[in-house]
């Protein structure tokens, strides 16, 4: 059981490598796309830049897919700020919302299949890829072992902070959803601040395209 979990992971991962999906940011409308295909916007004094940072968040190739953004907020409004995790919300193109996941969350999830997680600090082959590329490096007597790209402990490190925001200063940090994205046409990050009173408009709204 244990050898067809990490063959059927390792399968799936060729897979989609295979699908050559994009993310594409749609520039306009005070919206600017990045090089690295984020798109930032201005409004009252806070400037934000969201891009997916990545499409699985690794090793946690699982049934419940997890997705992570990369955000930046800039407070130049001259006041403290919070915005809280629930101020973001992803919709997708047929009007599926997804709500973002705390760190706490993802560990709950990454415990239904146990199979591919080591307990941290311990490090080892969560798939037969990082296995093989070590092997590469082994072949070419390189002092520099290959290891996964995300260990555990990476979720809580690198998810955004949720501290109040200082003027003229700024966070980042990464924002989790359970999704898959590859199934998906286009889809879009929102941002709807607390104090904001538009109706149920959100302050900020981010469109991509899904390219396949």
């Known amino acids: 059981m244990f050898l067809r979990s990490l063959v059927t992971g390792a399968l799936l991962t060729l897979l989609l490598a295979g699908c050559g999906v994009t993310i594409r940011p749609q520039a306009g409308g005070g919206y600017t796309a990045n090089p690295d295909n984020s798109l930032t916007a201005q409004k009252n004094g ?4 969201a891009g997916v940072q990545d499409l699985e968040v690794a090793p946690y190739r699982m049934v419940d897919n997890i997705t992570s953004f990369r955000v930046v ?5 001259g006041r403290e700020l919070e915005i809280p995790l629930e101020s973001f919300v992803l919709i997708d193109d047929q009007g599926q ?5 705390r760190p706490e969350k993802i560990r709950e999830i990454v415990k239904k299949d146990s199979n591919y997680l080591i307990p941290y600090p311990y490090v080892g082959y969560y798939y037969l890829e990082d296995r093989e590329k070590t092997a590469q490096y082994d072949t070419f007597q390189s002092s520099r072992p290959y290891y ?3 260990y555990p402990q990476d979720i809580f490190t690198q998810a955004l902070p949720e501290d109040s925001i200082l003027p ?3 966070i980042a940090g990464l924002v989790y959803f359970v999704v898959d994205l590859y199934g998906k046409k286009s ?3 929102r941002l709807y601040l607390p104090e904001g009173q538009g109706g149920g408009q959100p302050d900020f709204r981010f469109p991509f395209i899904v390219e396949k």
């Open 46 to 49: 806070l400037v934000v830049t």
């Open 73 to 77: 907020i800039d407070n130049r409004t």
């Open 97 to 101: 919302q997804y709500r973002p996941i």
């Open 148 to 150: 996964t790209q995300n």
């Open 168 to 170: 003229e200063a700024k």
């Open 187 to 189: 889809f879009e990050l």
